[in-house]
C-alpha cells in the first residue's frame, strides 16, 4: 500500500503544480486589479486601518466645532451658594469663560428655588429666592457682550451663527409661584421657557420624586400627597402648553411624570435625569417613563452627577454606603447616596462625611455618563437623548468637571461609534426640536 501510495503521490505531483500555476496566476490578476482599484478609490489599506488616538480625537474635536452645544440644565449662582457646588476657582461651573473653553452655545440656567415651609412667609421666601436668581442672570449677560438672552429656537440658531452663546431661562420648583398658576405669565414674561414643578419635596402643584426629610420627626414626608398632579398643577401644564413653554419633568415623581406627559400636548423633556435602570435612584427614569416621553417625540438629557450615575447593584457598594451614613448620624433610607448631608449641622462633621461618600461611591466618569447615554439610544432612539449637566447643584463627573470640559464628552461619544450627525442631535438639535413643537402649539396671541 505503502508503495501504490508513493506511486500515486509521484504521479500526481504535476497535477498540482499546475493547479498552483493557476491559482497563483489567478491572484496575482486579482492584486493587480486591487491595486487599479486603490489608485482610484484611495488606499485600501489605509481605509481599513484602525484610526489612532489622535486621529480620533481630531474628528471630535471638529464635530464638537460644527455641532450646536447646548447644555439643558445649570444653576444660576448667589452670592450664598455654597462653594461645595462651584469650581474649584469658586466660580460658577458654567461662567462665560468655560462656556467658551467648553464650545458650548447655549446654556439653560434655571430659576429654581429648594424646599422650605409651604407657608404664606415661606412662598415669599421662595419667589425672593427666585427673583434674585433672574436678577444675577441678567446681569451675567449685561457683563458679556458674548451672552444674549434667546427666546426662541431662531433666537438660539441666531446666536449660534454669530458667535455668541445663548442664554436660555428655565424654572424649577412651583414653591415660588405662590399658590398662583397666572403667575407662569410672569415668568414667561421675564423670558423663562422650560418650566419643571418640582424638586426636593412635594409641593402645591405636584408630586416629587424625592420626598422632603422632616428633621423633627426625623422621617420622611408621604411618598405621595396628590397621585401625581393636583389640580393647581393640571392647570399648571395646560398654562405652560398655552404660553409657548417647553414642560420639564425632571424631579416629578414617576404617577406625576406620567400623567404630565399624557396631560402635555407638546413633547416634554426631562432636563436632567438619567436612567434608574442603571443607577436605582428614585429621581432617575424608570423604563416606562422613558417609553412615554420618547413616544410622545420628547427628550431625556443625561446628568454629569456622579450619585446619580453609580451603579447600586452591588451588595459591598451598597453596604460600604450604609455604614458612612451611619457614621454620620443619618438615616439607613435614602433617594441617592449624598442625601441629607445638609441636615450635618457641624460644618466638618458634614465635610468629612461627602470625602467619606466621595471615597465609597467614586466621582463618576464620563464614560458612565455615555453609558446612560447608550442605554436610552438602545432603548428608544437618537432623537430622544440629550445632555444636562447639572452644574452648580450636582457634579463630581471625572472628566466633565465643568463647562470647559464638554469635549471629553464628544470624544467618548464618538469612541462609541456615534456619527458626527448623531452627536449633534445629542448635544442641542432635539432640545431646540422640542423647543420649536412647543412654541408652534402654543395658544395663538389675542
Not at 420626598?211 to 398643577?233: D, K, M, N, Q, V
Not at 450604609?322 to 448620624?329: I, Q
Not at 462625611?353 to 455615555?370: E, H, T
Request: proline share 4%; net charge neutral; aromatic share 6%.
Amino acid at each position: 500500500m505503502q508503495n501504490l501510495s508513493g506511486k500515486c503521490a509521484s504521479q500526481s505531483q504535476p497535477t498540482r503544480r499546475g493547479v498552483m500555476a493557476l491559482l497563483s496566476a489567478m491572484l496575482l490578476s486579482a492584486m493587480l486589479l486591487s491595486a487599479c482599484a486603490a489608485t482610484q478609490t484611495g488606499s485600501i489599506a489605509a481605509a481599513a486601518a484602525p484610526e489612532t488616538q489622535a486621529a480620533l480625537v481630531e474628528r471630535a474635536q471638529e464635530i464638537h466645532r460644527q455641532s450646536l452645544v447646548l447644555d439643558a440644565h445649570a444653576d444660576i449662582v448667589l452670592p450664598s451658594t455654597s462653594k461645595t457646588y462651584l469650581g474649584a476657582d469658586g466660580l460658577s461651573k458654567v461662567d462665560p469663560a468655560k462656556l467658551r473653553a467648553g464650545g458650548f452655545n447655549a446654556v439653560v440656567m434655571a430659576v429654581a428655588v429648594g424646599p422650605g415651609p409651604r407657608t404664606t412667609e415661606g412662598r415669599m421666601l421662595a419667589r425672593a429666592e427666585a427673583d434674585a436668581k433672574l436678577d444675577a442672570v441678567s446681569q451675567m449677560i449685561a457683563q458679556d457682550k458674548n451672552l444674549a438672552l434667546a427666546l426662541s429656537p431662531t433666537d438660539v440658531e441666531k446666536l449660534h451663527a454669530d458667535a455668541k452663546t445663548s442664554i436660555i431661562l428655565g424654572f424649577q420648583n412651583a414653591r415660588s409661584l405662590n399658590g398662583q398658576v397666572d403667575t407662569l405669565d410672569q415668568y414667561y414674561a421675564a423670558g423663562v421657557r422650560l418650566f419643571g414643578l418640582n424638586h426636593l419635596g412635594h409641593n402645591d402643584f405636584s408630586d416629587s420624586s424625592r420626598p422632603l426629610y422632616i428633621a423633627e420627626t426625623r422621617s420622611y414626608e408621604a411618598a405621595e400627597e396628590h397621585g401625581g398632579l393636583s389640580p393647581l398643577g393640571i392647570a399648571a401644564v395646560k398654562r405652560i402648553n398655552a404660553l409657548g413653554g417647553m414642560i420639564d419633568v425632571s424631579q416629578m415623581s414617576k404617577a406625576a411624570t406620567l400623567q404630565t406627559i399624557k396631560l402635555s400636548r407638546s413633547p416634554v423633556v426631562a432636563s436632567h435625569s438619567n436612567v434608574r435602570n442603571l443607577s436605582n435612584v428614585s429621581r432617575n427614569l424608570s423604563d416606562e417613563e422613558i417609553d412615554l416621553i420618547a413616544e410622545k417625540g420628547g427628550v431625556i438629557h443625561l446628568a454629569a452627577f456622579g450619585a446619580y450615575l453609580v451603579d447600586l447593584s452591588d451588595p459591598e457598594l451598597l453596604a460600604s454606603i450604609l455604614k458612612v451614613r451611619r457614621d454620620a448620624g443619618l438615616p439607613d433610607v435614602y433617594s441617592y447616596p449624598y442625601e441629607l448631608y445638609w441636615e450635618i449641622a457641624d460644618p466638618k462633621k458634614r465635610q468629612s462625611f461627602l470625602r467619606a461618600m466621595r471615597a465609597v461611591i467614586g466621582p463618576g466618569s464620563v464614560d458612565r455618563l455615555v453609558d446612560h447615554i447608550d442605554y436610552v439610544v438602545n432603548r428608544v432612539g437618537i432623537d430622544h437623548v440629550g445632555i444636562g449637566s447639572d452644574f452648580n447643584h450636582g457634579g463630581g463627573v471625572s472628566g466633565f468637571a465643568d463647562a470647559s470640559d464638554a469635549l471629553n464628552v464628544t470624544i467618548a461619544l464618538v469612541k462609541r461609534g456615534y456619527s458626527a450627525e448623531q452627536v449633534e442631535k445629542i448635544w442641542g438639535k432635539n432640545f431646540l426640536r422640542v423647543f420649536r413643537a412647543a412654541q408652534n402649539l402654543a395658544d395663538p396671541v389675542n
